[in-house]
């Protein structure tokens, strides 16, 4: 076995499950399941059929992701957010046939207890804050919060705040990578 279970840990037959990878307490990976290599998931996370994870993709604990959910590399997925898979669920409705896809791009990050409504997508190294209801797409680099959730700005690829000069170019002032504003998406240029 390549990969760390917590002995608590569920995992139905039909996972496939990276190098690296640690599931944790009480989680529990449905059949059908992807994992890439070294994703980390927390406490109580479930993985339903058919959702696929990227490599380095960190579920933090209390986290369902439903079918129809695919998170590209080096997600983060923060402590009791949320995805649905239907857009009117009713109890007595079975919609198994109905699920909506959702999309998280390369490097995006989902703060605790947002929610993230079906058939969106979360665009490249973008940052959903805490508590943020997602009702729409979100464009590449973009910070987003409240409910229903509006762009406030941008953020760099290490998700400091990005402040854009005269010329529309702005610093991560951590990484020192330059980023560009044209026509209201931003584009790293080095």
Same mark, same amino acid.
């Given at each position: 076995?390549?990969?760390?279970?917590?002995?608590?840990?569920?995992?139905?037959?039909?996972?496939t499950i990276g190098k690296g990878c640690k599931i944790w307490h009480f989680s529990h990976l449905m059949s059908g399941s992807v994992l890439g290599d070294g994703c980390n998931l927390g406490q109580n996370v479930v993985v339903s059929p058919g959702v696929i994870l990227g490599k380095n993709?960190?579920?933090?604990?209390?986290?369902?992701?439903?079918?129809? @959910?695919?998170?590209?590399?080096?997600?983060?997925?923060?402590?009791?957010?949320?995805?649905?898979?239907?857009?009117?669920?009713?109890?007595?409705?079975?919609?198994?046939?109905?699920?909506?896809?959702?999309?998280?791009?390369?490097?995006?990050?989902?703060?605790?207890?947002?929610?993230?409504?079906?058939? !969106?997508?979360?665009?490249?190294?973008?940052?959903?804050?805490?508590?943020?209801?997602?009702?729409?797409?979100?464009?590449?680099?973009?910070? @987003?919060?409240?409910?229903?959730?509006?762009?406030?700005?941008? @953020?760099?690829?290490?998700?400091?705040?990005?402040?854009? !000069?005269?010329?529309?170019?702005?610093?991560?002032?951590?990484?020192?990578?330059?980023?560009?504003?044209? !026509?209201?998406? @931003?584009?790293?240029?080095?």
């Amino acid at each position: 076995m390549e990969y760390f279970a917590h002995e608590t840990a569920i995992i139905d037959e039909g996972c496939t499950i990276g190098k690296g990878c640690k599931i944790w307490h009480f989680s529990h990976l449905m059949s059908g399941s992807v994992l890439g290599d070294g994703c980390n998931l927390g406490q109580n996370v479930v993985v339903s059929p058919g959702v696929i994870l990227g490599k380095n993709v960190k579920v933090q604990n209390n986290v369902s992701i439903y079918a129809g @959910v695919i998170c590209e590399d080096h997600v983060f997925l923060g402590p009791s957010m949320v995805f649905t898979n239907i857009i009117n669920p009713r109890s007595h409705v079975v919609r198994r046939d109905q699920y909506v896809a959702t999309l998280v791009k390369e490097g995006a990050s989902i703060g605790a207890n947002a929610t993230v409504i079906c058939g !969106n997508t979360i665009g490249r190294f973008a940052l959903v804050g805490a508590g943020a209801v997602i009702t729409k797409s979100v464009d590449n680099y973009a910070l @987003v919060v409240g409910n229903p959730a509006k762009r406030i700005g941008w @953020v760099s690829e290490y998700g400091h705040r990005l402040d854009f !000069n005269a010329e529309n170019r702005a610093f991560c002032a951590e990484s020192g990578q330059e980023y560009q504003l044209v !026509n209201n998406q @931003v584009i790293r240029i080095s």
